[in-house]
């Protein structure tokens, strides 16, 4: 009886950490190792802006981008259209508008799940909505000074030198969450069974 609510626990731990383990794992198109403080912000801009990457997963449900508000943004909306480099397909477009962006932070543009990405090239390409230059009023975008491999950045069609602060989101299951969660159940049941031995 006692090997078979093991068992039981056993199967009840490892089906919670295979569930708990389907994350939205996000791949920086940045270096993550550039300080915060020299980051560009591009301000309220017109036209559009688009950054060339090479997605490293099977599939992508997703792009955040670190976005900030201008002024009254009310009304204002930033659209975010997905585009394969080697077909010149568009194959996955997103919007957020001003009322659903968090200031200053990673926002998540999603999209239905595109296929087959790993290896391949892409474009972000993000337009903004109902934006005004004169009163500062929109939202714009933020990156760094340094260009990444395999990348490109572009502002209002005038190539920069730079990679904007976003991140290819995938939603899958990750082992190395599933084995860090694995690792900490067993190190509690080991820790708990010691006390119990130490003042039994």
């Known amino acids: 009886m006692k090997k078979l609510k093991t068992i039981i626990g056993i199967i009840i731990v490892l089906t919670a950490a295979f569930f708990y383990a389907h994350i939205a ?9 550039v300080d915060s403080s020299e980051y560009i912000g591009t301000g309220v801009f017109e036209g559009t802006i688009e950054q060339e990457f090479v997605c490293n997963e099977d599939t992508m449900d997703g792009i955040s981008a670190k976005c900030q508000l201008q002024g009254d943004a009310a009304g204002t909306a930033l659209n975010l259209t997905l585009i394969d480099n080697v077909t010149g397909n568009i194959v996955a477009e997103s919007s957020l508008p001003a009322e659903d962006i968090k200031n200053s932070k990673l926002n998540l543009f999603s999209f239905p799940t595109v296929e087959n990405c790993r290896g391949n090239s892409y474009t972000a390409r993000f337009e903004s909505m109902e934006e005004n230059q004169q009163e500062n009023k929109g939202i714009g975008l ?20 730079g990679t904007l602060i976003i991140k290819a989101v995938t939603n899958r299951f990750d082992l190395e969450t599933c084995c860090v969660l694995l690792i900490f159940i067993i190190y509690i049941v080991v820790f708990i069974k010691f006390l119990y031995r130490l003042f039994r």
Do not use: W
């Open 142 to 161: 933020v990156y760094q000074p340094e260009t990444m491999k395999n990348t490109k950045l572009e502002i209002g069609a005038k190539e920069t030198q």
């Open 25 to 33: 794992k996000a791949n920086k198109i940045y270096d993550k190792s």
